[in-house]
T-cell receptor, first 116, second 114 residues
Framework: DQQVKQNSPSLSVQEGRISILNCDYT??????FLWYKKYPAEGPTFLIS?????DKNEDGRFTVFLNKSAKHLSLHIVPSQPGDSAVYFC???????????????FGQGTILTVHP | ETGVTQTPRHLVMGMTNKKSLKCEQH?????MYWYKQSAKKPLELMFV???????ENNSVPSRFSPECPNSSHLFLHLHTLQPEDSALYLC?????????????FGSGTRLTVV
């Protein structure tokens, strides 16, 4: 049972345009959502996060939107740059008091390619 | 340098071999994790350690044996593995299990079982 899903295995975008990466989850017991970025031969690095009590968090070119009723979050990158080409993982943290408190559940990743 | 160092970066082993993966962090973090990343699959949590004590074992086969001798080091001992165990093994650490800003990952060990 996959609790965090990224249904698009890949996304191709032109430089300067917007990249939108999507993530769906099934467990309402998550309290924090995070995006990680992974380059080949490196481990994932933290990119941006959002608390479940918010619906938007922005950091420079990166914005994460959370729709709790739809159990959906998305990462927007504007403008996209070739250096953004990487695998993007969505992750969700189990809330306090639950059996999965603090532990991150990851999606399967989306490969983003930004063309010059 | 990510702050979490994993060795070796690549490992090829036969099914009858015994090997160990090493992870080291000097971030002062109290929690450490082993994740497995197989192709086109989500990162799978294998083991969680908090203050050197194992707090979770996600139904991982006994051919994988973790060890956390101190808060800075984490090992994954491997023996009699199967070809389907070939994957990228990632170590991560966080300040505590509930850290809201997520984990710091190492670069991983690419394991191939032949």
């Amino acid at each position: 049972d996959q609790q965090v899903k990224q249904n698009s295995p890949s996304l191709s975008v032109q430089e300067g345009r917007i990249s939108i990466l999507n993530c769906d989850y099934t467990n309402s017991m998550f309290d924090y959502f995070l995006w990680y970025k992974k380059y080949p031969a490196e481990g994932p690095t933290f990119l941006i996060s959002i608390s479940s009590i918010k619906d938007k968090n922005e950091d420079g070119r990166f914005t994460v939107f959370l729709n709790k009723s739809a159990k959906h979050l998305s990462l927007h990158i504007v403008p996209s740059q070739p250096g953004d080409s990487a695998v993007y993982f969505c992750a969700a943290r189990g809330e306090a008091g639950g059996t999965s408190y603090g532990k991150l559940t990851f999606g399967q990743g989306t490969i983003l390619t930004v063309h010059p | 340098e990510t702050g979490v160092t994993q060795t070796p970066r690549h490992l090829v082993m036969g099914m009858t071999n015994k090997k160990s993966l090493k992870c080291e962090q000097h971030l002062g973090h109290n929690a450490m994790y082993w994740y497995k990343q197989s192709a086109k699959k989500p990162l799978e949590l294998m083991f969680v350690y908090s203050l050197e004590e194992r707090v979770e074992n996600n139904s991982v086969p006994s051919r994988f044996s973790p060890e956390c001798p101190n808060s800075s080091h984490l090992f994954l001992h491997l023996h009699t593995l199967q070809p389907e165990d070939s994957a990228l093994y990632l170590c991560a650490s966080s300040q505590d299990i509930g850290a809201s800003y997520g984990y710091t990952f190492g670069s991983g060990t690419r394991l191939t079982v032949v």
